[in-house]
């Protein structure tokens, strides 16, 4: 399952990513906002999506929006078990490392700084990129799941 949040700033674009996922068959949940509020705040939805994600980190994915990314992904790697990704780039190589090299199970996307055309190539590269097997990879993930406690 994938499962998306944003506060006003990524609204649209979330928008775009439901049409995305839903031509792609990709099953998702929305966690929010369901209205446009400009008065509501990154945090409550980037904690509802961590918090899901959380729940089965090596199944669950989330994808959460504000305007720089930062202020999500800060908060989504709070949570143990989610690895959040800001990507900014819509370079398939740094896409594809998020996923192979780090198993992110979560994308952080700032909305006020891409283009539609940019985050759909970033949203279905990091979709459709498989966490990489490599041992050095496995090592790594091992040691963070080590710091996490």
């Known amino acids: 399952m994938i499962y998306l949040g944003t506060d006003h700033r990524g609204f649209a674009l979330k928008e775009k990513i439901k049409t995305w996922l839903t031509d792609w068959g990709y099953q998702f949940e929305d966690l929010g ?16 999506v961590a918090r899901r ?8 994915q989330g994808i ?4 720089s990314g930062i202020g999500v992904d800060v ?5 143990k078990g989610v690895r959040s990704a800001l990507l900014w780039s819509d370079d398939a190589n740094l896409v594809q490392m998020a996923r192979e090299h780090d198993d992110t199970n979560v994308l952080s996307l700032p ?4 283009s ?3 985050a759909q ?6 979709i459709e990129t498989p ?6 990879f496995i090592r790594r993930l091992e040691k963070i799941k080590a710091i996490e406690g």
């Open 33 to 48: 906002n369901a209205v446009l509020d400009p008065e509501d705040d990154y945090p409550d939805f980037a904690a509802q």
């Open 53 to 60: 994600v959380a729940e089965n980190p090596a199944e669950n």
């Open 64 to 67: 959460v929006l504000c305007g």
């Open 75 to 79: 908060v989504a790697n709070k949570f």
């Open 111 to 114: 909305a006020d700084y891409l």
């Open 116 to 118: 539609e055309e940019a």
């Open 121 to 126: 190539r970033i949203v279905r590269t990091w």
């Open 131 to 136: 966490p990489g097997t490599h041992p050095r």
